[in-house]
């Protein structure tokens, strides 16, 4: 009788610890089997409202400047998060995505500049800005190609600039966003004031011919034709150092081969 009470009890023990391994697996599979979906809508002029879809499944909508957070069982295949407009069901954003615990998607739409794409923020040294230029460059009725120079303010009165040289945008597609490029700062020259950034100016020229589309207008009373960055003093660079812009670009027709950069829209990001 003790003996068979020693193996009742031996199996007892066995079973025991296959039952708490049994569990401590399973809490471990439970820890790795949901992935985390956020998906940050960001605020911005004239963005529409949207409807969100997970692998063609419906998980909610948003209006700008809101964010959306859904669970959902990794199955060790690739999903897909679909962003429409909810106005019309029109797909505006989707993407394929292989989903690890913590997924997180910025999505910036706006109809005001005809941009649909998922965002990423850049790292910006504090002494630099970052810009991407959208081309809306339109010269005797067409849409153009283009390359984009960027020019600093001599003078107070803005009846000089000179070229950043080694700084270029190259073969932007109309209605199309440049890559990401970063200015430094950049103080006026001697002779005027020490305590003031130069103004950051830009110029459009043809992709493939080099000509000069879209030239400066001089003088103070056109200081924002063509103007990228204003001149800052030096108490006021945090508005322009260490930020990220969106410009963009519009010609103004004037019914020559050359016009010029009408008053741009500077969108701070």
Same mark, same amino acid.
């Given at each position: ?7 009742? @009890?031996? =199996? ?7 039952? =708490? ?12 089997? &949901? ?5 940050? &809508? ?6 529409? *409202? ?11 909508? +948003? ?17 897909? =998060? ?6 019309t069901g029109a797909l505006l954003l989707d993407t394929v995505f292989q989903p690890q615990q913590q997924n997180k998607f910025t999505v910036w739409i706006? *109809? ?48 000089? @600039? ?21 200015l430094p700062k950049v103080m006026m020259p001697a002779g005027q004031p020490q305590t003031q950034t130069s103004g950051i100016y830009i110029k459009t ?6 000509? +000069? =589309? ?29 930020? @990220? @812009?969106?410009v963009n670009v519009i010609s103004q027709e004037t019914g020559g081969s050359v016009s010029y950069v009408a008053p741009m829209s500077v969108y701070s990001?």
């Open positions: 009788m003790k003996r068979n009470n020693q193996f009742i @009890f031996l =199996l007892l023990h066995v079973a025991l610890l296959l039952l =708490l391994q049994s569990c401590t697996k399973e809490r471990q599979v439970e820890e790795h089997e &949901y992935a985390k979906i956020e998906v940050v &809508y960001k605020n911005f002029d004239q963005a529409p *409202d949207i409807e969100l879809e997970l692998d063609n499944g419906p998980i909610g909508s +948003l209006n700008a400047g809101q964010s959306k957070t859904e669970l959902m069982i990794r199955t060790g295949e690739t999903n897909r =998060l679909s962003i429409k407009r909810l106005s706006t *109809d005001l500049l005809k941009i649909a794409a998922f965002y990423t923020q850049p790292v910006i040294s504090p002494d630099s800005t970052k810009l991407r230029v959208l081309n809306n460059t339109i010269v005797q009725g067409a849409g153009r190609k283009v390359n984009f120079k960027f020019f600093r303010q001599l003078n107070r009165t803005l009846t000089g @600039f000179e070229e950043l040289a080694g700084y270029e945008l190259r073969n932007v597609e109309y209605g199309k966003l440049s890559e990401l490029i970063t020229y043809d992709a493939q011919t080099g000509q +000069l =589309l879209i030239d400066l207008k001089t003088g103070t009373t056109n200081a924002t034709y063509g103007r990228v960055l204003p001149a800052t003093s030096t108490g006021s660079l945090n508005s322009i150092l260490g930020k @990220f @812009f969106i990001m």
